[in-house]
């Protein structure tokens, strides 16, 4: 009988946040995920950070955050813009909550191979 797990090994594969334990999310699911920080009123921003310091606390923020911003292409175009300039990073894409000052929402939009 195999055993052997179709997600990987969980022990010495890096994980994340919860979405990691899933499949990459494509372009739709992402944008679902912006409408969702952008409905409940959280501000995105995006954090990039190399594999080999992804599990410090801080990472580098991409530009600003995106207070007000309403327009979820937007948001996918600085996805994209951070992607290509920091191909070899981890991109994340973070939903701010501004009423109780902490991340509302936090995932990998781009894993570094």
């Known amino acids: 009988m195999n055993t052997a797990s179709s997600m990987g090994d969980h022990a010495t ?20 995920q912006i409408l969702y920080i952008l409905d409940n009123g959280w501000n995105a921003s995006l954090e990039h950070e190399h594999p080999d310091r992804a599990f410090e606390y801080y990472w580098p923020m991409w530009k600003m955050p995106f207070f007000g911003e309403q327009d979820p292409n937007v948001i996918l175009t600085e996805i994209e813009s951070c992607r290509r300039s920091y191909p070899d990073h981890h991109v994340r894409l973070v939903g701010y909550d501004t009423y109780a000052q902490s991340k509302g929402h936090s995932f990998l939009v781009h894993r570094a191979r």
């Not at 594969?13 to 679902?32: A, H, Q």
């Open 13 to 32: 594969i890096g994980r994340y946040e919860t979405f990691s334990y899933l499949p990459p999310l494509n372009r739709e699911e992402i944008l679902e």
